[in-house]
């Protein structure tokens, strides 16, 4: 009876810190750096973009013009979604120019920075 109660309680406690790991997870704040500078990687050289909104996880709208480095925030260590809109020339986004690119912070590499020039070239088109 009594190894029976261990393994109950054993079986709860593992319950309870799989679900502890699991929600800071998916609530933790993860910071990485975007950058709108000219990219390049062997032979593919990609020059910054003018003006672009991006849009992470559909939070907050941020505008990075022609060499622009800024910070910005995703939640949790999941797949994440990066909405990168083209500017014109009075900062309203130009139909049809939007761009949808999914990654996961692990693909950012150590320092945690993504291009948006490389980011626009392999997102997908937004209808």
Same mark, same amino acid.
């Given at each position: 009876? &009594?190894?029976?109660? *261990?393994?109950?309680?054993? +079986? $709860?406690? %593992?319950? *309870?810190? $799989?679900?502890?790991?699991?929600?800071? /997870?998916?609530? &933790?704040?993860?910071?990485?750096? @975007?950058?709108?500078?000219?990219?390049? %990687? !062997? +032979?593919?050289? #990609?020059?910054?973009?003018?003006? @672009?909104? #991006?849009?992470?996880? !559909? !939070?907050?709208? &941020?505008?990075?013009?022609?060499?622009?480095? /800024?910070?910005?925030? %995703?939640?949790?260590?999941?797949?994440?979604? #990066?909405?990168?809109?083209? $500017? /014109?020339?009075?900062?309203?986004?130009?139909?049809?120019?939007?761009? @949808? *690119?999914?990654?996961? $912070?692990?693909?950012?590499?150590?320092?945690?920075? #993504?291009?948006?020039? *490389?980011?626009?070239?392999?997102?997908? +088109?937004? &209808?």
């Amino acid at each position: 009876m &009594k190894t029976r109660r *261990f393994l109950v309680d054993l +079986a $709860l406690m %593992a319950a *309870f810190v $799989l679900l502890g790991w699991y929600c800071y /997870d998916r609530g &933790k704040a993860y910071d990485f750096i @975007v950058q709108n500078t000219a990219y390049a %990687a !062997g +032979a593919e050289k #990609l020059s910054g973009m003018e003006a @672009v909104q #991006l849009t992470v996880d !559909g !939070g907050a709208p &941020k505008t990075l013009y022609d060499g622009d480095i /800024d910070q910005t925030v %995703a939640v949790g260590s999941g797949t994440h979604e #990066l909405r990168i809109d083209v $500017l /014109d020339l009075d900062d309203r986004p130009v139909p049809g120019q939007s761009r @949808v *690119f999914r990654f996961r $912070l692990r693909e950012l590499g150590e320092k945690m920075t #993504l291009n948006i020039p *490389f980011a626009y070239k392999s997102g997908a +088109a937004v &209808k």
